[in-house]
């Protein structure tokens, strides 16, 4: 499961940027946001836990990662960070090609750790 996710990861972190480059800054933010929740996914599934619901998945990469010293903090703010911009974005139809460089930025970065913290390249 943990290949799958990291696998997932990094096709919607593909996904998200040939959004972005065509400019497409709804759907770039929507899918860079998935990319986190794969990469993020992988690491909670690394544990031998599941997730619930997106907050979950937040409160585990806290506990599991963050609180254990094996993640930055700066990448818990990224993950919610990003899940505010897909919200913004799915609910409201509130994006911009900032927020959605944003999240490219903390999707491509959550990727790199998890993979770091798992040693995959």
């Known amino acids: 499961m943990v290949a799958k996710e990291l696998s997932a990861a990094e096709e919607d972190y593909r996904e998200a940027e040939d959004r972005f480059r065509n400019q497409r800054y709804?759907?770039?933010t929507?899918?860079?946001?998935?990319?986190?929740?794969?990469?993020v996914?992988?690491?909670v599934f690394s544990k031998g836990y599941r997730e619930r619901s997106h907050q979950c998945l937040r409160a585990a990469l806290q506990r599991l990662f963050v609180s254990e010293g094996l993640l930055d903090s700066k990448?818990?703010?990224a993950f919610l960070n990003t899940m505010s911009l897909r919200?913004?974005?799915?609910?409201?139809t509130e994006y911009s090609q900032e927020g959605a460089e944003i999240a490219l930025k903390h999707a491509k970065g959550l990727l790199e750790a998890a993979k770091r913290i798992l040693n995959r390249k």
């Not at 929507?30 to 990469?39: E, G, L, P, R, V």
């Not at 919200?87 to 409201?92: G, L, Q, S, T």
Request: charged share 30%.
């Open 26 to 28: 709804k759907y770039a």
């Open 30 to 39: 929507i899918t860079a946001y998935y990319s986190t929740f794969h990469s």
């Open 41 to 43: 996914r992988a690491l």
């Open 75 to 77: 990448w818990d703010r």
């Open 87 to 92: 919200e913004d974005a799915d609910y409201a």
